[in-house]
C-alpha cells in the first residue's frame, strides 16, 4: 500500500494536473502518507474534503455537490497511474439518510480490476454546476448594482444600472461617430496618419464594445454568457452573467457554471464555441480545451459530447 501511495505522489508531482479530481487525489494522498499506519482505511467527508482543496467561492456550495462523481475520480486516478505499479481505486460509501455521510478512500485494485482499466467505456455525457448565490464577487463599480452577486431588472437600483448601460453604448457610439466626422470635415487631404488614427479608433470601439457592452444586449436572448470586462473582482476566476426569471421578474446575475471532464478527470468551462463550433457557449476541458469539448444546456445542467 505505501509503495503504490508514493509512486502515485511521484507521478503526481511529475505530471501536475489542474482539476478539482486531481486536487483532491493528491490531498488523500498527502494524508495517507502522514498518518503512522499507513495500512488502516482512512476515510474523508465530503465536507472535509471541500474545506481542504475548495476554493473560497466554492465552499459556498454544498458539498455532495461540489464532489466530483466517483467515476470521475476514478478514471482521473487511473490517467495518473502507471500499468507497471499496483494500482490503487477509490473506495466509496454513499451516505443516506439523517446522519449518514458519503465517505471517500484509496484502496489497492484487485487484480481483476487492474486488468479491466484499460478497457473503460469513454462517457460522452456531463453534468454541469452552478456557483452558489453571491460567491462570485463583483467589481468596486458593480458591487453597488450586484447586491449578493445578482440584480432585479425592474427595480429602482436595475432600472439605474440598465440605462447606464444604454447611455454607456450611446455615448461610445457617438464618439466613434464623432472621430470619423471629424476626419471626414477636416480641410486637409486624408493622409497615412488620419488612416492610422481612424484605424485606432475603430479597432477600439471594436473591443470596448464586444468585451465590455454587447454582452449585456445578448444575454437577452442567450440567457448566459461570458461575463464582460469590468464587472468581477480582478482575481477572480472567469464567470457568466445569467439572466433568468424568478416570481415573474426577471434578475441578472454572476454565476460561474463548471464541471468534471469524464474524459481526464479535469474541470470543465464555458468558453465560446466558435470557431470550432457554432454553439455560442460550449464547455472545453481546460486540459484538453479543443478535444474534450461538451454542449451546455443551462435548464437541465447537462451536456453532451461534441468535440473535437
Not at 460522452?124 to 454546476?129: A, C, P, Q
Not at 484605424?199 to 454587447?214: K, P
Amino acid at each position: 500500500m505505501i509503495d503504490a501511495l508514493q509512486q502515485l505522489k511521484s507521478n503526481l508531482e511529475a505530471k501536475p494536473t489542474r482539476g478539482r479530481s486531481y486536487e483532491i487525489i493528491s490531498y488523500i494522498v498527502d494524508e495517507c502518507l502522514q498518518r503512522d499506519d499507513v495500512y488502516e482505511k482512512l476515510t474523508f467527508e465530503a465536507a472535509t474534503l471541500l474545506h481542504c482543496c475548495g476554493t473560497a467561492a466554492e465552499r459556498e456550495m454544498d458539498p455532495q455537490k461540489w464532489m466530483p462523481s466517483i467515476s470521475v475520480l476514478q478514471r482521473a486516478l487511473n490517467l495518473t497511474q502507471t500499468s507497471e505499479a499496483r494500482r490503487l481505486r477509490f473506495g466509496y460509501s454513499p451516505g443516506g439518510g439523517r446522519g449518514n455521510v458519503s465517505l471517500y478512500w484509496l484502496e489497492l485494485a484487485p487484480e481483476e480490476a487492474e486488468n479491466q482499466s484499460g478497457r473503460e467505456v469513454q462517457p460522452d455525457e456531463v453534468t454541469y454546476r452552478r456557483s452558489a448565490p453571491g460567491s462570485i464577487k463583483p467589481s468596486i463599480t458593480a458591487r453597488f448594482f450586484f447586491k449578493k452577486g445578482e440584480i432585479k431588472n425592474r427595480s429602482v437600483v436595475g432600472t439605474a444600472f440598465l440605462t447606464s448601460i444604454m447611455l454607456a453604448s450611446l455615448t461610445w457610439i457617438a464618439m466613434l461617430s464623432l472621430v470619423i466626422l471629424s476626419l471626414v470635415l477636416r480641410d486637409e487631404s486624408i493622409n497615412m496618419g488620419s488612416l492610422l488614427h481612424l484605424l485606432i479608433a475603430v479597432i477600439g470601439f471594436l473591443f470596448i464594445w464586444r468585451q465590455s457592452l454587447a454582452p449585456w444586449f445578448k444575454v437577452i436572448d442567450d440567457c448566459v454568457v461570458k461575463a464582460p470586462l469590468g464587472v468581477t473582482a480582478i482575481f477572480e476566476d472567469s464567470c457568466e452573467i445569467e439572466m433568468f426569471r424568478h416570481e415573474r421578474s426577471r434578475w441578472t446575475r454572476l454565476v460561474r457554471f463548471s464541471a468534471d471532464c469524464p474524459l481526464c478527470g479535469s474541470n470543465i468551462e464555458l468558453r465560446q464555441g466558435k470557431p470550432d463550433h457554432t454553439l455560442p457557449l460550449v464547455g472545453r476541458c481546460i486540459e484538453s480545451p479543443h478535444a474534450h469539448v461538451y454542449s451546455f444546456d443551462r435548464m437541465t445542467l447537462r451536456g453532451k459530447y461534441i468535440g473535437p
